[in-house]
């Protein structure tokens, strides 16, 4: 412990790379954890949605606004963090990140009304997406050599595995306390985080003077472009997407954002977000792939836990206690993967990892409407192990060609397309589990109204059972019907899950197709340490 403790507070801004091994690892070990935190919250609320509605005395529709609210502000701030680090250093950028996300928590937890949970969601959504970013441009920046290799692995982890424990541990913290200590429980880790953080991360140095040259309408085209392009991914599929009046406005209003966004990024004298490092193909072709893992990762994340809460009707524990079989696969696939990315080509892992995605989702595609932990537990635990094989060769294919000065807008960029990834595809799972819950309603009303005297017997008998105890002969044809409808409805919507989870197999096969691009940057060796300044 000494080891690591030495020399504190000494400032490394000169040589990050020649600091102290266990000094590095333990900003590591800060910075890591801070990102934790971040994408932790962003799922931690998904299985006590009805708990914290009930709580707050929201709408159906408001509710769905505690997750959006986070995952707007938080795509905002994702790319603007490698301006930040220039601008206060990394140090700062990152301590006043993780307070503000741990102040923010604390006022998510104290919300009063539906009003105030959705501002400070967005706050402490905004405050944290510093955090998400910035540990992977210091780590590439400090590490070399065997060390680096290892760093993919570790923070490839964090990435999957804090929004898939997310759920899970948050089931299990609203069923033994509340609801509101899914905000709490960041309070304590948010002080240590930020206390450590203002001590131990000393790799570069602040530029006030950046500050003065700000943007703004840089700043502000970025805001709109991304907010609604969230806005409209999130509210899409509950309005029908461009047929709402306000979701038109919002994708207008993002386009428009989009377009000034680009001008200013290419001809802005000093620009927030540089997109320069996309003049290299590897790190464009590895934020595509990241896109399609993102989509890939968050849209079944989303789909098993709806699926358990609405057609088994599990409570939030029982949710969280199917799903965390995923985040235990990606714990051992860690260690797997760390080690096959030293020996194997990237193409090879990046396609075992493709095809047993695949697979665990074509897995998924033959659900009953009785699956449960023992069903559900071996195309979970696949997919935990495949997304690892995935994660960790991408995250070495897009940042370890660049230099201190140009990695940490690199790392802004690839985490957003991630995170934009998530957004894309749960907007589209929603929308197509909408329209093949319908189409296959229709299909199964067809297929009875063929044998409809098989039906009509069973409803008569179910009728009759129920006359035993309502005397009313029509009332217990009636609850018979009703009963009958619901089970049918039931069946419709877990034939949809298997639509929707074949057709992601199917996305995930014509991925393959980027494999032959996955080539490792020509020039990953790692730059002079002054390269930064």
Not at 91 to 104: D, G, I
Not at 234 to 240: F, I, T
Not at 494 to 506: G, I, K, S
Request: net charge neutral.
């Amino acid at each position: 412990m000494t080891a690591w403790l030495k020399g504190i507070g000494q400032d490394w801004a000169h040589d990050p790379q020649g600091m102290p091994t266990p000094r590095k690892f333990l900003i590591l070990a800060v910075m890591a954890f801070g990102q934790f935190m971040a994408l932790f919250d962003i799922q931690i609320v998904s299985a006590s949605l009805r708990d914290v509605q009930a709580g707050l005395a929201a709408g159906p529709d408001e509710i769905s606004w505690v997750q959006t609210a986070y995952l707007m502000a938080e795509l905002v701030m994702i790319p603007l963090s490698g301006y930040l680090a220039h601008a206060m250093s990394t140090r700062w950028a990152f301590t006043f990140s993780a307070a503000s996300f741990t102040f923010f928590s604390l006022m998510c937890g104290l919300s009063w009304d539906m009003g105030s949970m959705i501002a400070f969601r967005a706050a402490q959504g905004f405050t944290g997406g510093t955090m998400v970013s910035l540990v992977f441009a210091t780590a590439f920046t400090i590490f070399t050599g065997k060390q680096r290799a290892m760093i993919p692995a570790i923070l490839g982890a964090v990435s999957v595995l804090a929004p898939t424990l997310g759920p899970s541990a948050g089931g299990a913290i609203t069923d033994w306390l509340d609801w509101r200590w899914l905000f709490f429980i960041n309070v304590v880790p948010g002080i240590v985080v930020t206390l450590l953080s203002s001590q131990v991360i000393r790799v570069d140095r602040a530029n006030p003077a950046l500050f003065a040259r700000i943007d703004w309408s840089h700043l502000i085209a970025m805001a709109v472009f991304l907010a609604g392009l969230e806005y409209v991914l999130e509210e899409g599929p509950r309005h029908d997407w461009f047929g709402d009046q306000t979701i038109a406005m919002a994708g207008w209003c993002s386009l428009v954002g989009f377009v000034l966004f680009l001008e200013r990024s290419f001809f802005s004298p000093n620009p927030l977000v540089k997109l320069s490092p996309f003049r290299q193909p590897t790190f464009a072709f590895a934020c595509i792939f990241n896109l399609v893992l993102g989509v890939g990762m968050y849209s079944a994340i989303y789909l098993v836990p709806v699926y358990l809460g609405q057609v088994r009707g599990y409570d939030s524990l029982q949710i969280g206690e199917t799903v965390i079989v995923v985040g235990l696969a990606q714990m051992i696939s860690v260690v797997v993967a760390a080690s096959l990315s030293q020996k194997l080509d990237a193409r090879i892992m990046i396609t075992v990892g493709l095809v047993c995605f695949a697979l665990s989702l074509w897995l998924s595609s033959n659900m009953t409407s009785d699956w449960g932990f023992w069903e559900l537990a071996p195309s979970q635990a696949l997919r935990g192990f495949a997304i690892m094989l995935c994660i960790v060769p991408s995250v070495t294919m897009a940042l370890a060609g660049f230099q201190p000065a140009e990695l940490k807008y690199a790392s802004g960029l690839f985490n957003l397309m991630r995170n934009l990834g998530g957004a894309i595809g749960i907007a589209v799972v929603n929308t197509l589990l909408q329209d093949h819950t319908r189409i296959d309603s229709l299909r199964l009303g067809e297929a009875m109204a063929h044998g409809a005297a098989p039906i009509n017997d069973t409803i008569t008998a179910m009728a009759g059972r129920m006359g035993a105890v309502a005397p009313d002969p029509h009332q217990a044809l009636l609850s018979a019907q009703g009963l009958f409808a619901r089970v049918a409805g039931r069946e419709a919507l877990t034939l949809a899950f298997n639509d929707v989870f074949r057709l992601l197999a199917w996305m995930f096969i014509a991925a393959l197709v980027m494999v032959p691009f996955c080539r490792p940057p020509a020039n990953a060796a790692p730059p002079p340490p002054d390269a930064a300044h």
